[in-house]
């Protein structure tokens, strides 16, 4: 009989990479903050945590922004809706960035 090899195990330590935070202002065409524009971030394995819980929809608040946390330091897509208007920007956290989203003619 074979006795099983003895097992030592590992101290394995995982280090997530520092995150940066953005602040991201969706505004109109006359420079007015839009409440409620709705804010997509293209980055598959970024999770926004709020308070430890995982949150899904991304919209400004009343002053037309939102802090993204924690997101990887390098360039972001970023990409706001606004009823039938939509921008995107491209973002280096840590910052800001300002989507400005004027009226269709």
């Known amino acids: 009989m074979l006795a099983a090899p003895a097992l030592n195990p590992e101290e394995v330590i995982l280090r997530e990479a ?6 991201v202002f969706v505004v109109d065409g ?6 409620g524009a709705k804010i997509t971030v293209d980055l598959p ?3 926004w945590l709020a308070d430890g ?40 956290p840590p910052g800001s960035a300002e989507l400005r989203l004027a009226r269709r003619r």
């Open 18 to 23: 520092p995150g940066a935070d953005l602040v």
């Open 30 to 35: 006359e420079n007015r903050p839009l409440p």
């Open 45 to 47: 394995d970024w999770v």
């Open 53 to 92: 819980v995982q949150r899904f929809g991304l919209f400004t608040g009343r002053n037309g922004s939102i802090r993204l946390p924690r997101l990887p330091q390098k360039e972001v897509t970023i990409r706001a809706r606004y009823g039938s208007r939509e921008v995107q920007v491209v973002a280096r």
